[in-house]
């Protein structure tokens, strides 16, 4: 370009740098940074260790039986590449449309006299770190434990990184080339939002389907007409044509002591494939592509959504109803904020579904006593989606005012109203989700009256209290200057908040484990139904004082930090 002649290798590096100095940049000048190197250290080891664990029991489990060991460890791995698959190409399809067409550097990169095929490759490398980081590290205790089970070499472990590189590679430039085909149609602000809704609806089948499908039943030989159906079933392939069928084909083959060269070499060959293939479609398309990039998507006020918040909130002062709107108008305007509903309630329906498939009834003494205990540790699981929901949503709160902030805190709306209309616009979407979850699910288990009325009153408790975590750790650990709100969750913040959302649930439970037990050993046993006073004013009270406590303690605090930012 312009007569510049640039080396591709040296256009690549110098493409990447500033990005990787960036970040090295911002881990240096981070507050706190060896606090939170070693809790965050200490939280991906502990995972880790506990995939690593679960894999290894269930493979030693897989290779005790006779037969078909090796066939279950196999179809095990082939399910879990091709789950990793999905959620690539699902996540380089949105995250490509930020790397390529709408990050703030851009302008400067397509005017620099770099070559259109490194300006790809490094954008291309930049998708695949953004995107698959939480699939390489989930895969990591995955390999590892097949490697231990099998007693694997060192050779083994250089295969599995071979391997997982083309396989990262192949989502991202299909990623990619669907990004790049769908903004020359349509202006790339508005290609963002139909992305959300067309990943988020594929999501959403691909949950619904892998559920329904219910792969236990591989657990489950019994379940099937015959011995010959079974075992035809644990060799029949995912796919054949799929990236993730090779790479597991590839590492078993290698574990079996049968490596299969075909299966490692089209892995490759096919990623190099799709790299030129990408390239030249960037070539091709990406100039007509960025200059739609600079549209923007015509929005309209939500005039009915003003006039619905005027009517429920008349009463309340002019300033409350501004701001409730606001927030309301916020969350509406960014589509992949609002076309998160539609996954989260596919989600909801198949933890539903996989409550009524528990197998509970095995006698009336023992169903009772199973589905009473499940249907009062179902008030942690519950508990536990709503809290993800809260670091969705409610999490985000602060961060997403972003360098407008000042503006707030330069106005004469008192600080307290501001996050008041933040935590009354994120608990009522939450309430409305938690209280059917629990009721639903306590009612298809036909737990008794008493179960049903605790958990309910608890459910609502914790609600609040989630809501009060939420709000309060993302004004403590704000991202005012992110691009993708979808970032701000998986933050350092994100990671507190949901370690203290985690304790909190514990704790409850925990407090009102000893008056249920006695309740359910009186009924199990043939004793008299009613629980104890004492224990149950005891388990109750500890519970609402843990719960008023993470209502008020984060609220102020977040408040506190709020009005000690100087803009």
Same mark, same amino acid.
């Given at each position: %370009?312009?007569?510049?002649?640039?080396?591709? *290798?040296?256009?690549?590096?110098?493409?990447? *740098?500033?990005?990787?100095?960036?970040?090295?940049?911002?881990?240096?000048?981070?507050?706190?940074?060896?606090?939170?190197?070693?809790?965050?250290?200490?939280?991906?080891?502990?995972?880790? !260790?506990?995939?690593?664990?679960?894999?290894?029991?269930?493979?030693?489990?897989?290779?005790?039986?006779?037969?078909?060991?090796?066939?279950?460890?196999?179809?095990?791995?082939?399910?879990?590449?091709?789950?990793?698959?999905?959620?690539?190409?699902?996540?380089?399809?949105?995250?490509?449309?930020?790397?390529?067409?709408?990050? $703030?550097?851009?302008?400067?990169?397509?005017?620099?006299?770099? $070559?259109?095929?490194?300006?790809?490759?490094?954008?291309?490398?930049?998708?695949?770190?953004?995107?698959?980081?939480?699939?390489?590290?989930?895969?990591?205790?995955?390999?590892? =434990?097949?490697?231990?089970?099998?007693?694997?070499?060192?050779?083994?472990?250089?295969?599995?990184?071979?391997?997982?590189?083309?396989?990262?590679?192949?989502?991202?430039?299909?990623?990619?080339?669907?990004?790049?085909?769908?903004?020359?149609?349509?202006?790339?602000?508005?290609? *963002?939002?139909?992305?959300?809704?067309?990943?988020?609806?594929?999501? =959403?089948?691909?949950?619904?389907?892998?559920?329904?499908? *219910?792969?236990?039943?591989? %657990?489950?030989?019994?379940?099937?007409?015959?011995?010959?159906?079974?075992?035809?079933?644990?060799?029949?392939?995912?796919?054949?044509?799929?990236?993730? $069928?090779?790479?597991?084909? !590839?590492?078993?083959?290698?574990?079996?002591?049968?490596?299969?060269?075909?299966?490692?070499? +089209?892995?490759?060959?096919?990623?190099?494939?799709?790299?030129?293939?990408?390239?030249?479609?960037?070539?091709?398309?990406?100039?007509? /592509?960025?200059?739609?990039?600079?549209?923007?998507?015509?929005?309209?006020?939500?005039?009915?959504?003003?006039?619905?918040?005027?009517?429920?909130?008349?009463?309340?002062?002019?300033?409350?109803? @501004?701001?409730?709107?606001?927030?309301?108008?916020?969350?509406?305007?960014?589509?992949?904020?609002?076309?998160?509903?539609?996954?989260?309630?596919?989600?909801?329906?198949?933890?539903?579904?996989?409550?009524?498939?528990?197998?509970?009834?095995?006698?009336?003494?023992?169903?009772?006593?199973?589905?009473?205990?499940?249907?009062?540790?179902?008030? #942690?699981?519950?508990?536990?989606?709503?809290?993800?929901?809260?670091?969705?949503?409610?999490?985000?709160?602060?961060?997403?005012?972003?360098?407008?902030?000042?503006?707030? &805190?330069?106005?004469?709306?008192?600080?307290?109203?501001? +996050?008041?209309?933040?935590?009354?616009? /994120?608990?009522?979407?939450?309430?409305?989700?938690?209280?059917?979850?629990? @009721?639903?699910?306590?009612?298809?288990?036909?737990?008794?009256?008493?179960?049903?009325?605790?958990?309910?009153?608890?459910?609502? /408790?914790?609600?609040? =209290?989630?809501?009060?975590?939420?709000?309060?750790?993302?004004?403590?650990?704000?991202?005012?200057?992110?691009?993708?709100?979808?970032?701000?969750?998986?933050? +350092? #913040?994100?990671?507190?908040?949901? %370690?203290?959302?985690?304790?909190?649930?514990?704790?409850?439970?925990?407090?009102?484990?000893?008056?249920?037990?006695?309740?359910?050993?009186? &009924?199990?046993?043939?004793?008299?139904?009613?629980?104890?006073?004492?224990?149950?004013?005891?388990?109750?009270?500890?519970?609402?004082?843990?719960?008023?406590? =993470?209502?008020?303690?984060?609220?102020?605090?977040? %408040?506190?930090?709020?009005?000690?930012?100087?803009?």
């Amino acid at each position: %370009m312009n007569g510049v002649a640039v080396h591709p *290798r040296a256009g690549l590096l110098w493409l990447l *740098r500033p990005k990787l100095r960036t970040r090295i940049n911002r881990a240096r000048t981070d507050e706190g940074r060896t606090f939170k190197a070693l809790l965050l250290g200490f939280v991906g080891l502990f995972f880790w !260790t506990l995939i690593f664990a679960v894999i290894f029991r269930m493979l030693l489990y897989f290779r005790g039986t006779q037969g078909i060991g090796d066939l279950l460890s196999a179809k095990l791995l082939g399910l879990a590449f091709l789950t990793f698959l999905m959620i690539l190409i699902l996540s380089n399809v949105i995250t490509a449309l930020s790397t390529f067409f709408l990050s $703030e550097d851009l302008e400067f990169v397509v005017a620099a006299p770099v $070559e259109a095929e490194t300006v790809y490759a490094a954008r291309l490398v930049e998708t695949i770190v953004d995107s698959s980081w939480m699939v390489a590290l989930l895969a990591i205790p995955l390999l590892a =434990a097949y490697g231990a089970v099998y007693a694997a070499g060192p050779l083994y472990y250089v295969l599995a990184v071979t391997t997982v590189i083309p396989f990262l590679i192949i989502p991202a430039v299909a990623g990619s080339a669907v990004t790049l085909l769908l903004v020359n149609v349509f202006p790339a602000r508005r290609t *963002r939002d139909l992305l959300a809704l067309i990943g988020l609806f594929a999501a =959403a089948g691909v949950v619904a389907l892998f559920r329904f499908l *219910r792969p236990e039943r591989l %657990m489950s030989p019994d379940e099937f007409s015959s011995l010959v159906d079974f075992v035809g079933a644990l060799q029949a392939p995912t796919s054949t044509w799929l990236p993730s $069928e090779w790479a597991s084909e !590839t590492l078993m083959s290698f574990l079996a002591g049968r490596f299969d060269w075909f299966s490692f070499a +089209f892995l490759w060959s096919s990623a190099a494939a799709a790299f030129v293939i990408g390239a030249w479609l960037h070539g091709r398309f990406f100039d007509a /592509g960025f200059t739609r990039a600079q549209e923007g998507a015509e929005r309209k006020a939500g005039r009915r959504r003003s006039r619905l918040v005027d009517g429920l909130l008349g009463s309340r002062p002019p300033s409350t109803r @501004v701001l409730v709107a606001k927030e309301i108008h916020v969350f509406f305007r960014d589509t992949t904020q609002w076309s998160q509903l539609i996954l989260l309630g596919v989600l909801v329906a198949v933890y539903v579904y996989n409550i009524t498939v528990l197998p509970l009834y095995t006698g009336e003494q023992v169903s009772f006593l199973l589905i009473n205990a499940v249907s009062f540790l179902n008030l #942690g699981l519950a508990g536990f989606v709503v809290a993800a929901i809260a670091a969705r949503f409610v999490f985000p709160a602060i961060s997403i005012e972003g360098r407008m902030m000042w503006l707030l &805190r330069s106005s004469p709306l008192d600080v307290r109203r501001v +996050f008041w209309s933040k935590y009354w616009v /994120g608990t009522v979407p939450l309430l409305a989700v938690a209280l059917p979850l629990i @009721v639903v699910t306590n009612v298809v288990l036909e737990a008794t009256p008493f179960i049903l009325v605790l958990t309910t009153l608890t459910m609502v /408790g914790v609600t609040f =209290a989630l809501t009060s975590l939420a709000l309060g750790f993302g004004a403590l650990y704000p991202n005012y200057d992110t691009e993708n709100v979808a970032e701000i969750p998986t933050s +350092f #913040g994100g990671l507190l908040f949901m %370690m203290a959302a985690v304790s909190y649930l514990a704790g409850v439970v925990i407090l009102e484990a000893w008056p249920v037990y006695l309740y359910l050993n009186s &009924r199990f046993t043939g004793g008299a139904a009613e629980v104890g006073l004492a224990p149950l004013l005891m388990g109750v009270s500890g519970a609402a004082i843990l719960t008023a406590l =993470a209502v008020v303690l984060p609220l102020r605090a977040g %408040m506190q930090r709020v009005q000690s930012i100087d803009f």
